[in-house]
């Protein structure tokens, strides 16, 4: 079936460093693919997303390119700051049979930045 | 626009109370979700809606139950509370399907404890 794989958690990185938090997924068709962000206490909120091979979506110095090849969608930041502190989810949807426009999640990844 | 509204946003039961999850949104989504998180896991889809009047089951259904009358509101129902139901519970609201790339918006969740 469909899934989601991200890399575990958690991460500490320093102020300015350089972030990769990898996800690859399996599906069939051709999914959407989302990066959400949830802050301490918070619900999620979309970060970046993208619909179709070779898309890169970009948000708040975020970026994660679409690689069918690789069935891959690698969130990255060139400088992360510490209100970048959250736990990460990537996340596809798609065409397939049952839940209209579910969104099917990895597990999370939680990234705190030390100052 | 005040987006996904949920109540309560902690709650205590005792194990075989029952209790009404809310949920309801301002930006006309023809489609709602209830999603549960449990520690270290990514969500999981409960139930979803189309539309008014439309319910269908996610991948974890059992003992809750859903309804929806209107489209703003889109309650979540727990009629016999165990301790495997002791989450966080996110309701979210979507446009159209996920697979257009459409966000969905979240909520900000309701964490339920089961004694």
């Known amino acids: 079936g469909n899934s989601v794989t991200q890399m575990e958690g958690p991460v500490t990185l320093s102020e300015e460093a350089f972030l990769t938090i990898n996800c690859t997924y399996t599906a069939t068709g051709y999914p959407s693919l989302f990066w959400y962000v949830q802050y301490p206490g918070e619900g999620l909120q979309l970060l970046l997303k993208a619909t179709k091979a070779d898309d890169k979506g970009s948000n708040k110095g975020f970026e994660a390119t679409y690689r069918k090849e690789t069935t891959s969608f690698h969130l990255e930041k060139g400088s992360v700051q510490v209100s970048d502190s959250a736990v990460y989810f990537c996340a596809l949807s798609g065409d397939y049979g049952g839940s209209q426009g579910n969104l099917i999640f990895g597990k999370g990844t939680k990234l705190s930045v030390k100052p | 626009n005040a987006g996904v509204t949920q109540t309560p946003k902690f709650r205590i039961l005792k194990i075989g109370q029952s209790m009404t999850l809310q949920c309801t949104q301002d930006m006309n989504h023809n489609y709602m979700y209830w999603y549960r998180q449990d520690p270290g896991m990514g969500l999981k889809l409960i139930y979803y809606s189309v539309g008014a009047g439309i319910t269908d089951k996610g991948e974890v259904p059992n003992g809750y139950n859903v309804s929806r009358s209107t489209t703003e509101d889109f309650p979540l129902r727990l009629e016999l509370a165990a301790p495997s139901q002791t989450s966080v519970y996110f309701c979210?609201?979507?446009?159209?399907?996920?697979?257009?790339?459409?966000?969905?918006?979240f909520g900000p969740g309701t964490r339920l404890t089961v004694l």
């Open positions: 979210a609201s979507s446009y159209r399907v996920g697979s257009l790339g459409n966000e969905q918006f």
